[in-house]
């Protein structure tokens, strides 16, 4: 009898020290345990709440679980097969930031704005407007979650700014006309065709970037240790400016490889493309 009580002395011990783990850690990271514990009805749904987040089963999809994720800052995300969302006032946006943390986004062109989460909720998705510029930040719930967020574009929309970036996630697609484009990859990929814009500014820490398009001013391409790639129209007269450190660098068709490499020429009146790379490889090649 001694023995057995001791046994589940010990089995009780062994699973109270990970619940004390566990609640530290969520204390340290301000989690609101009781909330989150609690399970109960809104408006004959079931409700979940972590913080100032409150997530809504809608019942409106059963088969792909649909939520309408909501915070304090009024901020809504809609997550589901076919769901939509779009911010009020998105028709006035002169800007676009999309940010793809560790999910995948793919732009195209359409009549009107649209959002669609094929996911089945596996994609968290915050959309807002901040002033005239729509932020769009898309990451998986969990690692293994799939899905692509599908993000529609007036085909005749021409922004002032767009800038897209990858941080372990995907941007691809096509169809963007602006004035200033941007696109970085930390260690994902942006991949875009279609793309026109009055100056380029294009960035790979160890991802890679791959633009097709045109460009009439100035292309700027920085590498540390991935790739970037722009495909464009080879003007008759163009100025560049290269600085190499142990990387590739090709300019439409010329290499200028080594160690340490530096060359520019300026040409007035003409595109100029600025070429950087660390260790990594960059690219500019007529279409």
Not at 35 to 45: D, I, K, M, V, Y
Not at 49 to 66: F, H, I, K, Q
Request: hydrophobic content about 40%.
């Amino acid at each position: 009898m001694k023995r057995a009580a001791k046994m589940l002395g010990l089995a009780a011990l062994g699973l109270l020290v990970p619940g004390v783990v566990l609640c530290a850690a969520g204390t340290a990271l301000n989690g609101d345990w009781e909330a989150a514990a609690s399970r109960n009805w809104l408006g004959g749904h079931f409700r979940w709440r972590w913080n100032d987040t409150v997530l809504v089963d809608t019942g409106a999809d059963e088969s792909c679980g649909a939520l309408t994720e909501g915070t304090g800052a009024g901020r809504t995300t809609q997550s589901g097969a076919g769901s939509l969302y779009l911010p009020a006032g998105v028709e006035s946006a002169r800007r676009l930031e999309i940010s793809a943390d560790t999910g995948d986004v793919v732009l195209r062109q359409g009549d009107a704005y649209q959002v669609e989460d094929t996911s089945q909720g596996g994609l968290k998705v915050e959309s807002r407007m901040d002033g005239d510029t729509w932020k769009l930040e898309v990451s998986r719930r969990r690692f293994f979650d799939k899905g692509t967020l599908v993000v529609t574009l007036p085909s005749d929309q021409t922004f002032e700014r767009v800038r897209l970036s990858a941080d372990a996630g995907a941007v691809s697609g096509s169809g963007i006309s602006c004035r200033e484009f941007e696109a970085e990859a930390d260690a994902g990929s942006v991949e875009l065709e279609d793309v026109t814009a009055e100056t380029m500014k294009l960035s790979a820490d160890a991802g890679a970037v791959t633009i097709t398009g045109t460009v009439t001013q100035k292309a700027k391409l920085n590498s540390d240790v991935g790739s970037v790639e722009l495909y464009t129209d080879e003007p008759e007269e163009y100025g560049y400016q290269v600085r190499n450190d142990l990387g590739a660098v090709e300019l439409f068709g010329e290499q200028m490889n080594g160690m340490d490499v530096q060359r520019e020429r300026l040409v007035d009146g003409a595109p100029l493309f600025v070429l950087e790379s660390d260790v990594g490889s960059v690219k500019v090649a007529a279409r």
